[in-house]
């Protein structure tokens, strides 16, 4: 039901350390060496020997994943930071070093601030939107009852198509000749229809629905899945107390639902914090600013790629990186503590 | 403990045998939920279904007639099925490539006692840190420099690279609930460490194997900014970045987008919906202690 850490380090014992009277129920007699096809005949073998072929061994599993990993991963990362350093075109080894200038200038333009701002108003908004939205709709569909699994997988799907599949889609509907503003004409409540996109005092909250229509299907199957580990006994247990539907909720089901929510919660502030693709897919890099809906990711891409700086692009890759990872350790010693004892980045690690 | 206790399950409902109906109101609020959901992918496959001047003419409206010339062009043309080959391709490899790899590395992770064990782990793990977004400008550095840009290679490494560390650990937990007298069994019947991985060890983490691979693959398959920096090249698209070129090229055309979107969004539902049950239970198993 909770979130539990697994370290790697406690656990199981390895084979190797596994004699026959360790505690474990083999039948044959002595030590049987894992490489040996004739157990019980031969002594065991010398260990130097034996360690050698597990080396060998976790070399040959562990290299290839290791390698890309270390290549694709690592290695661009700790060059963001060193990139970051320079004022770059990106062509041949970077030369023009400006020290903290590129950090200078993101920290004082006013369009970094502008999307620093809209990425807070999403990271609050999405939990505040989502959250309770989805807790009531876990809560409506946890009683077993009849097409409760139709209804789950039906509203996970927005959540499996592609944000540019979604993102096409909404911007076609939410055009100011569009589908929504034509539908709210015909059943009468023109009055509302809106420049949904372009308008810089709704766009953010259209981004905003948008956000919650595709991501709120996640929240309700993570909820689910925690509504799921409470033991029925408690619940019945209450119920024979005579404690009401709606008290059983508030005194057993959301304290005991509290490390799957703080999950749930972490991984949208890290998701809002990083949000670029919905965003660069319907209001475009020029667009985004203008409309108010620019992200910190949009910004990177805006100014370091797609202006050929990419000295500047890395130094907001690193700044976006330092704020969510300040945000994660805050959140992580803060909030997550009760739940995880281990390090942050166990916190999937079920 | 057994392999069974790491498996992830979709709910299953106590016992066997129907299920009682729910009272009215919870079914009037999962329809209007579910009809919320559901109204724009509506929109955009019916939307394809009409003409330009009957969305023109009222944007909310069914087709009258319903026109099938959307679809029709749509399907015969040779971009969309290059980029639904490519797609494939980049998925495909990717998600052969993570669980390869992964498995691999779940396994001496999980099964080998060794000095750095908890060291490479917590390498591993600290991935997750890095999401693509914030690696991506010198990804694309280190993918040119490879001289990979605008080939599927330089999108599949950085993605089997991205996919590991929850791979990793999804799998590690899987591979170290497989019982150690299983092991010892398989060893006293002279079956190799390496034996037993491929014999013992592969069958037994399948259930953990296919949720990781069905993650990757619509990872994949989605995936949205690496191509967008990697791939600049028209025959080299995958579908996410032929839909926004397709988007961009017919704007005026929006009958005709809405049905190059709606067929590019097939191949995930129809994924979707055969392995429903494992994505689904391969989350709740992700959060499930």
Known sequence: MSVRTNSPAEGRVDADDVTAGGGTPSPAPGRVAATSPRPG??????????????????????GPALIVFLAFVIFPVVMAGYYGFFRW???????????????????????????????????????VLQGPAALLLALLLNRPMRGQSVIRVLIFVPYVLAEVVVGTGWSLMLQSEGALNGLLEKIGLGGLAQDWLADPDIAIWTLLGIITWKYIGFAVILFLAGLQGIPQELTEAAQIDGASYWQIQRRITLPLLGPTLRIWAFLSIIGSLQLFDLVYIIWGQYVASTAGTSTMATYMVANGRNAGNYGYGNAVAVVLFLISLVVALVYQRFVLRRDTAGALTERTGR | ???????????????????????????????????????????????????????????????????????????????????????????????????????????????????????LYAVFAAGLMFPMTVAITPLYLVVRNLGLTNSLAGVILPQIAFALPTTIIILVPFLRAIPDEIEEAASIDGCSRLGFFWRMVLPLALPGVITVGILAFIASWNSYILPLFILNNEATYTLPLGVQAFASQYSVDTAKVLAFTSLSMIPALVFFSIFERRIVGGLTGAVKG
Do not use: C
């Open chain 1, 41 to 62: 005949r031969r002594p065991r073998p010398d260990r130097p020997r034996r360690d050698h072929l597990k080396t060998i061994e976790i070399a040959v599993l562990v």
């Open chain 2, 1 to 119: 403990m057994t392999a069974s206790i790491a498996l992830p399950r979709a709910r299953r409902p106590r016992g066997s045998g129907t299920l009682p109906w729910g009272s009215p109101a919870i079914y009037f609020v999962g329809f209007v939920v579910v009809a919320l959901m559901l109204a724009p992918i509506a929109y955009i496959i019916i939307g394809g279904f009409r003409t330009n001047s009957q969305i023109t003419a009222d944007p909310s409206a069914l087709p009258a007639p319903w026109v099938f010339a959307n679809y029709a062009e749509v399907l015969v043309s040779t971009t969309f099925w290059g980029e639904v080959l490519n797609s494939t391709v980049a998925a495909v490899v990717t998600t052969v490539g993570v669980v390869a790899l992964g498995l691999m590395a779940s396994y001496v992770l999980a099964r080998y006692r060794f000095k750095s064990r908890g060291l």
């Open chain 1, 89 to 127: 075109k990106g062509f041949g080894p970077p030369t023009d070093f400006i020290g903290l200038q590129n950090y200078v200038t993101i920290l004082q333009d006013t369009a970094f601030h502008e999307a620093l701002w809209h990425n807070a108003i999403i990271v609050v908004m999405s939990l």
